[in-house]
């Protein structure tokens, strides 16, 4: 127990790159759903699960009945979903797991009608974790609903693109911490409203108060030195510590690229940082490729990504639209040797308003396997033209957009420029 109270501290003080990790990388559920349950059917001690969706489907549910299981033997159980994302199957989860012991919590619920009205419910519980007895934990952006179903859209035939790791080693620690976190707020409903620390006078006094009293990470070092493999650092997003630890994270990344730069990401309307890293990339010669949505779930994402289609490409930025099935991975490679995988967007949603988590890793092997994903996924992508010009129709476009995501960040109270 001292060991293990130790690690915790670590995790909540030494935020940066750990060495000594097992990664390994899973597509889809297909792959993180039978190495989910073979962890829960194996845990002894305690299971802690946090994500957006816990839907009612066939293979949502055999997970639920697995958590079940585990409380029945003793293992403490700990479940925290979003109340917007799994609003529509919360009722039949919680008779699943009626008459057990799993704890459920639910961030921001929204059973009620002036749940809506209340401030910060932009703000969504949009990590995908699981931790299993302090020993192993997956981070990604698999929700917990089967791969080829779509709330809005029903079955295809298709499955999801979308990819999650499976860790072991010293840094399932500070995941594990970032999820006790994350489900104490919500069971505890003590969700205050941090969206008011922006109006609150000598905010940024405050706010790094905060930072130093929580020690939350909000830039990973750039010097990394000489760790075992695999080194890799867990960052995450929120309201309060971390406001902007995931973009600076790819900015960083993005800047120091030297060769190439790969990116898997359904909702893609960056602010100026990254826009401008990615131009900037792509001018001193960089290889820069974008996979986006081609088969649209949300049309109004779609329509916002095209906004910036002429922009980027005018640089040199090759920008594919993936249309076999529905796109859902958040992932990047930076010169075959850095790489990441979670839960966030390159939008206004998941880098200024919603709680996200990432892992990123500094490991040739895992690098080069997740690029083989991507070009795989290249290799049945269209390659998109310089649509949308740069014509007086292309500035309309753009000006909405941009003047869209003003507003709705101001809504959401999100402070500070993007």
Same mark, same amino acid.
């Given at each position: ?59 949502? #549910? ?86 080829? !179903? ?50 609150? &006078? ?7 108060? #905060? ?64 826009? #401008? ?12 490729? !974008? ?32 249309? &076999? ?23 206004? !949603?998941?880098?200024? #308003? ?65």
């Amino acid at each position: 127990m001292r060991r293990l109270g130790a690690r915790r501290r670590r995790a909540r003080t030494d935020p940066g790159f750990v060495g000594g990790n097992e990664a390994e990388l899973l597509r889809g559920g297909d792959q993180l759903f039978p190495r989910m349950l073979e962890a829960i059917q194996r845990a002894h001690a305690e299971v802690w699960l946090a994500t957006y969706i816990f839907h009612s489907d066939a293979a949502s #549910l055999a997970l639920a009945d697995a958590l079940v299981a585990a409380d029945r033997r003793g293992v403490r159980v700990r479940v925290v979903v979003d109340g917007f994302g799994s609003k529509g199957s919360l009722p039949v989860l919680r008779q699943r797991l009626a008459g057990s012991g799993v704890a459920l919590a639910v961030f921001r619920p929204m059973d009620r009608w002036w749940h809506w009205f209340q401030p910060g419910q932009l703000r969504r519980l949009h990590q995908k974790l699981c931790v299993v007895d302090g020993a192993t934990a997956f981070v990604g952006g698999v929700n917990i609903i089967d791969d080829r !179903l779509d709330i809005h859209h029903g079955f295809s035939e298709s499955p999801r693109l979308d990819f999650s790791v499976q860790l072991r080693g010293p840094l399932v620690a500070a995941v594990a911490q970032g999820l006790r976190s994350i489900w104490s707020r919500a069971w505890l409903g003590r969700d205050f409203d941090d969206a008011l620390l922006d109006y609150i &006078p000598l905010r940024r006094r405050l706010r790094r108060w #905060l930072a130093q009293l929580w020690r939350g990470p909000q830039r990973l070092p750039q010097a990394v030195p000489r760790l075992p493999p695999v080194c890799a650092a867990f960052v995450m997003r929120d309201n309060l510590r971390r406001r902007r630890t995931i973009e600076h994270a790819y900015v960083d990344a993005i800047r120091g690229a030297r060769a190439s730069v790969d990116l898997i990401c359904p909702y893609f309307y960056p602010g100026q940082r990254i826009r #401008l890293a990615l131009r900037r990339a792509a001018d001193r010669g960089v290889r820069v490729r !974008l996979l986006l949505q081609g088969k649209l779930d949300y049309r109004l994402a779609g329509w916002a990504a095209e906004a910036l289609y002429a922009e980027l490409i005018g640089h040199g930025v090759e920008i594919y639209e993936y249309t &076999p099935a529905f796109l859902h991975a958040k992932v990047a490679v930076v010169d075959g040797q850095w790489a990441t995988v979670g839960s966030s967007n390159i939008d206004p !949603l998941s880098l200024l #308003l919603n709680l996200e988590a990432n892992v990123v890793l500094r490991d040739g092997g895992f690098a080069r396997h997740l690029a083989d994903e991507i070009e795989t996924a290249l290799a049945v992508s269209a390659r998109v033209g310089e649509r949308g010009g740069t014509g007086l129709r292309a500035m309309l476009h753009r000006a909405a957009v941009a003047w869209f995501a003003y507003v709705f960040l101001r809504v959401a109270g999100a402070a500070g420029r993007y």
